[in-house]
């Protein structure tokens, strides 16, 4: 009777150089998503970021036969000229990049220093992308991959929902991860926008702004970015959510002695000759300039990070409208950016996410 052959050795021969690897620990990904800023700001870096930027469906919805003769014949012959201006007025030229990627790189690096010393159920990676321009989406998503994560938390940086913001993020994370066989769980972090941890933080600065300036306003001009008023009739949440926050705002304040404080919401940054969600903020800053506000206040809480919208049309180009048209003072109120109250923000949504 011949002996028993290990169970091992059969199972060697009849597998022969197969190598089935072992299920690796799970670890979690953490993009932290903004829209995004060119690479610099001459003609062709603008000419680039403006093509990605407005030929995304989602920020124009005009049929393709019809807004590229536009895009292409028009506005990326003449636009990137007026932009690399603006630009160029905010850019970081020691470093040569603009304010929104250092901000975006801070936040990235300080999460994941925080969540380092947390004694999380999981080990987590951090990194940041660009729904627009570099780093793109689809390059985290595959960083994080192949760094051995196998689930995904997206933070798109908007504290209000909008199909241009939130929507199109997700579109390209769903996107790159259809090109992947093993594909990482995705959770997508909702908006925002009612968040007690944000709506605090926010008004932290406001109340450390006044506290610094000093004196009285008689107003304070709370500003989002704006989107076309079709967008919301075909049902995008945002501005309800814009007017949420900016209720929830006025009720922190009230509990901190500035109830006397006038309150106004407004929307920037329109695009185009359509009709936006109203009133405009450059259009309301100038009438109540004209119409004997003196000291103003501004802070715009749909922005998480300074960038061009915050920096050069509001602190350098309002500023300027304000005081031409009889206006004394209007100050700007930072974004809540790579602060540490800033980051607490977002280590808070994220914890939860994680926790949940």
Not at 41 to 65: C, H, K, N, T
Not at 98 to 118: F, H, K, M, V, Y
Not at 236 to 261: M, N, W
Not at 280 to 303: C, H, S, W
Request: hydrophobic share 40%; glycine share 6%.
């Amino acid at each position: 009777m011949s002996s028993k052959v290990a169970l091992s050795q059969i199972v060697a021969k009849l597998t022969g150089s197969q190598n089935v690897q072992a299920v690796a620990p799970s670890k979690i990904g953490i993009l932290l998503i903004n829209t995004g800023t060119p690479s610099g700001y001459g003609f062709w870096p603008m000419w680039r970021y403006l093509r990605q930027f407005l030929s995304d469906s989602r920020i124009v919805e005009a049929p393709r036969v019809i807004w590229y003769p536009i895009l292409y014949l028009w506005i990326l012959v003449t636009r990137p000229f007026k932009k690399g201006k603006a630009y160029e007025a905010i850019w970081d030229m020691s470093q040569n990049e603009s304010p929104l990627r250092r901000i975006s790189r801070n936040q990235s690096t300080a999460l994941q220093t925080r969540l380092d010393t947390e004694a999380l159920p999981i080990p987590v990676k951090v990194t940041w992308a660009f729904r627009y321009g570099t780093p793109s989406i689809p390059s985290a998503v595959n960083a994080l991959k192949a760094s051995g994560c196998d689930r995904l938390i997206a933070l798109p940086l908007f504290p209000q929902y909008s199909a241009a913001t939130v929507a199109s993020c997700s579109d390209v994370i769903f996107e790159t991860l259809a090109t992947h066989r093993r594909q990482m769980a995705l959770h997508v972090v909702p908006e925002y926008y009612n968040n007690p941890a944000y709506i605090e933080a926010i008004v932290d600065t406001i109340r450390d702004k006044i506290t610094t300036v000093g004196g009285d306003f008689d107003a304070l001009v709370v500003t989002y970015h704006g989107i076309p008023l079709t967008y919301q009739q075909k049902g995008d949440p945002y501005g309800g959510q814009c007017h949420a926050t900016t209720a929830l705002i006025v009720e922190s304040l009230k509990k901190r002695g500035f109830g006397d404080l006038d309150v106004v919401t407004s929307f920037q940054s329109r695009l185009g000759h359509k009709e936006w969600l109203k009133p405009y903020t450059d259009e309301l800053v100038v009438e109540m300039a004209k119409n004997g506000y003196k000291r103003i206040l501004l802070v715009a809480p749909g922005f998480s990070s300074d960038c061009l919208e915050t920096l050069e049309e509001l602190e350098l180009d309002l500023v300027e409208e304000f005081k031409h048209n009889g206006g004394t003072e209007l100050v700007y109120v930072p974004c809540l950016n790579d602060t540490p109250s800033g980051i607490e923000v977002i280590e808070k949504i994220i914890k939860s996410e994680i926790n949940a």
